[in-house]
């Protein structure tokens, strides 16, 4: 195998800095730190990969080191295409991944394509380098929860408690998530492993075995104004049935097991993992029926916990949609978290910034951290996830940092990291970029855009817009993908990465860059009938022709 | 009904020229001479509009006329959404018209939506503010017969002759295309008023009531070396059987019938116009079967006369599956006018390259057809365009001229004008874009990227890095959209359109964008491995990075 790493340091291996951020953090994507496949170009996300395949990889690099600093490389689905003469602020990199016409965007469609090597899929920040590791997970669930405390609890999340099921890939992230956005919770994971080797790495406290156990240490934590994970070994719906019928009310209730997959995602009640595991190599689709009866029950008591008081919502699992095939008739009763949480943080422009020290110096990292706190000086939950982030959160690759910003903050942020490596504060330039799951950036009806308020859901002239408008101010790569997160045919997708090279130009881009792409989030939320946006719009000066005139 | 029409002159009504050229164009493009249902805000081609109602289009008017000479307008379909700082080297209004998420783009959805005011359908240049009128259409035929005498006749159309069927909105434009590329026509219409009409507006010179009589008629012309078209009064199926029959071979054969439409597109043999319209009000459904056993017998005649050496092909009717479904198993033995014709050209570039005369001076127009003549001193078949253009087409709305041109032309004819502009010798700048029916701009697979060599027909990266790269470049306005020519579903595809106003900017400008815009569509050819592609790119140093390795 192959092994790719960043360069650290602060030697140029390309013509500007612009360029060679490009050319670090394709390799960075690939780290074996970062990437889940990198023998396979998969960065992360089933099969979302940085480049088509190794020659392109490398065809990629020698362009990168070659390209001038007023020419744009061409990238489509991983596979460098053309050099074509723009201007020094123009985006150095644009990249189109997995884009297909509409009738043609399937799932089979692709696979045909991607076996005749015309295609590649892009997931979000694979295709357009700016993958940074698990931190990604555990900010954006921090962040939803905070957003829950804010909503439910006049942002109080002490002495509340959190009721989840699932403690797999993504799911793992949430008992960190809660302690940091300070709820305790007790996550239902029927594989002991998975909770043993979420104690081994610090994301969860204890374990328990019985719902007795679990309850007595969350409230024995509780009772002393302490936060506490507990993972308890069981099955969710049996746990979810129990915890309703006892009258016990937890403050929060949500679920990731992976209830998308009724073969593979979700245990049957009564069963044991060994049966199952048999049972998906003897005769899977026997697995539907009793895997979704058994969603539909933890359903019922989710619903039953919402009327006893408890917010409840559904985690992206499509748990709703199986129990509602079951015959859970009200099973939509509770929301989405998008709707829920996300989408208020939509409106006012907020969404993921994430970025990363080319120099490959932690410090570099610390450093930025200091600044984000210095220029924001008020976010309690933002210097907590900061300060949480610096002891918990392990750098893969070069070290990178995320937290969700606005559009007040942002350039600001960026300005001054900009002012930080012109005056050597920082080692090498920082790159500042974001998930294509943000404000502006994404249309995807059955997640992001889920019943937007005027039932714009599907119309992604607005993702289109935003690639445009971060091409035209100036972003330092630009990528629009088809598919990311859900998959063919669902979701269509920008996004852009902007250097912060110490420069004046820099400067001038930053400011353009970082200010027009949350605020054409925005605007869209603004289109879409949501108050908070219009209002948001009026703070920011944020021109909307509808409604000024 | 309101008005609509673009202000003339040299008198600026915004900041500059490249926002008042914006400003005049989606005017122009509702000038009642201009489009179809001006009081509707269609433009052309069903439901193609301008603007998303009147109050957006108003709001359009209001923000041009004050937007900075550093700011970008956004469009989301016809609707103005938001003003933003960019640079005055980026385009300054971003359009996005009829884009929906993949799985949700059906003509149902997005009837929803125009129902609601969310969305309108853009088509290509109704939504992109470009629509020069029916010029377009008999260029783009005179460009087809253009290459079909290049490949079969070595360039030399004269005493050849082409039969065709329909003389309708834009099948009318066939006799007048076939006359000026050198050819000679028959064209069999069943709707006498037709025939009348074309005559009448001299797209046609003569009518024959009968076969025998046509025949007479085109057998004269091509003894003296004349063109003639000749519009032959009977039902196209009758008349091609009857031709193959006799063992008359003309050397091309198509259809402009509207085949698409079984019920409303098509006469079935044996039935009068007024049979047929009536059966279209008491039983449509009856009509299909008969329509499709006629067109069968025509494409039979099609195949025969294939077989005896005539160069056959379908533009774009659909008429081979038509005949498919009603049992002509090698219906598809013809290709379509894409990969026949137009593929060749694109590959090597060439597209539709369109321009209009801000001051409304025809004489603008007249001035820079000569300078176009002296650039390109060497390609016949322009100059006998240009030449024919001028005595034939009439203007409507602000004078414009098309005319196909490829990477090495289109730019050099773009800075020319821009001198000519710079010193006085037109009376106001000049608007140059192009149709959304380009060489790198469109993934339609059922028309423009048919049956492209490596399978490649529903890749739409192409068209999304054509976007990006167009506004990276510096085009005044840059616009993508769903769905125009063959419907929702069916296509994506990108526009561009760059002011020559005479400033050293625009001259910089206008070296970048039209290069990159046809350079573009070279390099998507290349990369589909056609060789007349490869060819081109090393002849325009095109830098193609998996193929310079
Ligand atoms: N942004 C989003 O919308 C978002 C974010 C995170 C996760 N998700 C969704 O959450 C789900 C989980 O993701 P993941 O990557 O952690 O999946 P995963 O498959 O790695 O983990 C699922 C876990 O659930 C456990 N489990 C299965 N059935 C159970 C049962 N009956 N009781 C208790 N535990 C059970 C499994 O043992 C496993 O550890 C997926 O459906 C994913 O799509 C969505
Ligand atoms: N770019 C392209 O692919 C392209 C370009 C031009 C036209 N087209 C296609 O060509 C067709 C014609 O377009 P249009 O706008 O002219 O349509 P139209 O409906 O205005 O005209 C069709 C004409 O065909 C005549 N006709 C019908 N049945 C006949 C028969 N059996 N014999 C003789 N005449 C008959 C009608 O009387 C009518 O005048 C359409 O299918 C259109 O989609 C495609």
New binding site residues.
């Given amino acids: 195998g192959r092994i790719v790493r960043s360069p650290h340091g602060a030697t140029l291996h390309c013509r500007n800095w612009l360029i060679e951020a490009a050319w670090r953090m394709i390799q960075n994507n690939l780290d074996p730190e970062v990437a889940e496949h990198p023998e396979h170009l998969v960065v992360y996300g089933g099969m979302g990969r940085a480049a088509r395949d190794w020659a392109c990889f490398d065809r990629i690099l020698a362009t990168l080191r070659e390209l001038g600093e007023d020419e744009t490389l061409l990238v489509q689905s991983g596979k460098p295409v053309g050099v074509f003469r723009t201007h020094v602020d123009a985006p150095r990199v644009l990249i189109a991944n997995s884009n297909l016409v509409p009738k043609w965007a399937t799932w089979e469609h692709f696979n045909e394509l991607d076996r005749k090597g015309l295609m590649m899929f892009g997931q979000m920040t694979a295709g357009s380098w700016i993958y940074i590791g698990s931190q990604g ?1 555990v900010q ?2 921090y962040e939803t929860f905070t957003a829950c405390a804010d909503r439910h609890f006049g942002g109080h999340a002490a002495r509340r408690w959190i009721l989840t ?8 992230a949430q008992p960190l998530a809660a302690t940091m956005a300070g709820f305790s919770m007790m996550a ?4 002991e492993t ?1 909770i043993d080797l979420r104690l081994k790495t610090h994301y969860l406290d204890r374990k328990a075995a019985s719902l007795d156990e679990a309850l007595a240490l969350l409230n024995a934590a509780r009772a002393e104004g302490r936060t506490l994970s507990v993972g308890l070994v ?4 049996d746990v979810f049935e129990e915890i309703a019928r006892r009258g016990v009310k937890p403050d929060v209730v949500t679920d ?6 009724p073969i593979h ?5 009564g069963w044991t993992l060994q049966q199952w595991r048999e049972r998906q190599r003897s005769d899977p689709q026997s697995i539907i029926e009793p895997a979704k009866r ?1 969603m539909a029950n ?1 359903v019922r008591a989710m619903l039953a916990l919402q009327r006893a008081g408890a917010a409840v919502f559904d ?4 748990i709703r949609q199986m129990a509602h095939d079951a015959g859970v008739i009200d099973a939509f009763s509770f929301p989405g ?1 998008v709707p829920a949480y996300i989408r208020p943080l939509f409106c006012r422009g907020y969404g993921p910034f994430r970025w990363v020290a080319l120099s490959g110096e932690p410090k570099d990292i610390h450093r930025s951290d200091a600044k984000v706190k210095e220029l924001i000086p008020d976010d309690r939950h933002l210097h907590n996830w900061l300060d949480l982030a610096r002891h918990r959160i392990t750098f893969q690759g070069l070290p990178a940092r995320i937290c969700w910003l606005g559009p007040k903050d942002r350039y600001r942020v960026g300005l001054a990291f900009n002012e930080m490596v012109r005056h050597g504060e920082l080692h090498a330039p920082i790159v500042i970029g974001r998930d294509h ?1 943000d404000t502006g950036s994404v249309a995807s009806p059955n ?1 992001e855009t889920e019943a937007m308020r005027d039932g714009s859901d599907a119309v992604s002239d607005w993702p289109l817009l935003n690639a445009l408008l971060n091409t035209a101010s100036g972003a330092t790569w630009v990528s629009f993908h088809h598919g990311g ?1 859900v998959g063919m045919g669902y979701s269509q997708h920008a996004g852009q990465v902007i250097v912060c090279d110490g420069t004046d130009g820099a400067a001038r881009r930053i400011a353009r860059v970082l200010f027009n792409d949350p605020a054409s989030g925005v605007m869209r939320h603004a289109d879409a009938g949501y108050e908070e946006a219009l209002a948001t719009a009026r703070e920011i000066g944020l021109r909307l022709p509808m409604h000024d005139a």
């Fill in positions: 997970i954006g669930t099921g699932g403690l797999g890939g993504m799911g793992g239902v994971e029927c594989d998975r069981g099955n969710a719906a990731q097991t992976s209830a998308h997959d995602g979700y245990l049957p009640q058994s933890q985690y992206g699992n499509n978290f799951l997640r997160g």
